[in-house]
Nanobody
């Protein structure tokens, strides 16, 4: 059984850092791309960042480039999303997802991902 469990969401002030974790069980990060997505109330789910299983290359949405950093620990089968310089516009439910792709680079398209976590809430407010 495949499970993705996010944690680390919190209420923080603008400019504060936060680190989200995504613990994956049932599949290996060696073979699955991991994506992070977010959804704000009344808005569509959008891709934030992803990391490719084959080479560890990462990709970021323009809105978070330079502020968010995605990494993984394959030994722990866990992906981490470091959120820095947070803005109110970053407030959303954040989800991680897994996509089987041994060679294919990761994508920020939601429909490419087979497995999803339950989400963790990030609220940025003063």
């Amino acid at each position: 059984q495949v499970q993705l469990v996010e944690s680390g969401g919190d209420l923080v002030q603008p400019g504060a850092p936060l680190r989200l974790s995504c613990v994956v069980s049932g599949v290996s990060l060696d073979y699955y791309n991991i994506g992070w997505f977010r959804q704000a109330p009344g808005k569509e789910r959008e891709g934030v960042s992803c990391i490719s299983s084959s080479d560890g290359n990462t990709y970021y949405a323009d809105s978070v480039k330079g502020r968010f950093t995605l990494s993984r620990d394959t030994a722990k089968n866990t992906a981490y999303l470091q959120l820095d310089s947070l803005k109110a516009a970053d407030t959303a439910e954040y989800y991680c997802a897994a996509d089987w792709a041994v060679i294919r680079a990761c994508t920020l398209l939601t429909d490419k991902y087979e497995f999803w976590g339950q989400g963790t809430q990030v609220t940025v407010s003063s």
